[in-house]
């Protein structure tokens, strides 16, 4: 059982940066795609972005060039810094993994809110 804890959430100022970070607690964490969807309020939850085992990476076209997700297999973490965050980017936060056979696990998610 893969259990994902995020952290880093927070109050922002439009225009700033935030970068989240999600553990995992499986020790084969480097077969499994990551991502980071987010859900703000009373809309549905969507992937922001993804990263293959390999380190290919995916991005909703809304924070293409803004976000940036990476890996580190070693310490079984994956980031996702956010830059020139905007308000629409207000939402809880959540990490995947997805492992195929292995199953597909989540976060509980991490608040980000963005406001002057």
């Known amino acids: 059982q893969v259990q994902l804890v995020e952290s880093g959430g927070g109050l922002v100022q439009p225009g700033g940066s935030l970068r989240l970070s999600c553990a995992a607690s499986?020790?084969?964490?480097?077969?499994?795609?990551m991502g980071w969807y987010r859900q703000a309020p009373g809309k549905q939850r969507e992937l922001v972005a993804t990263?293959?085992?390999?380190?290919?990476?995916n991005y909703a076209d809304s924070v293409k060039g803004r976000f940036t997700i990476s890996r580190d297999n070693v310490r079984n973490t994956v980031f996702l810094q956010m830059n020139s965050l905007k308000p629409e980017d207000t939402a809880v936060y959540y990490c995947n993994a997805n492992g195929g056979a292995f199953g597909d696990y989540w976060g509980k998610g991490t608040l980000v809110t963005i406001s002057s």
């Open positions: 499986e020790i084969f964490f480097s077969i499994y795609a």
């Open positions: 990263i293959t085992p390999g380190g290919r990476t």
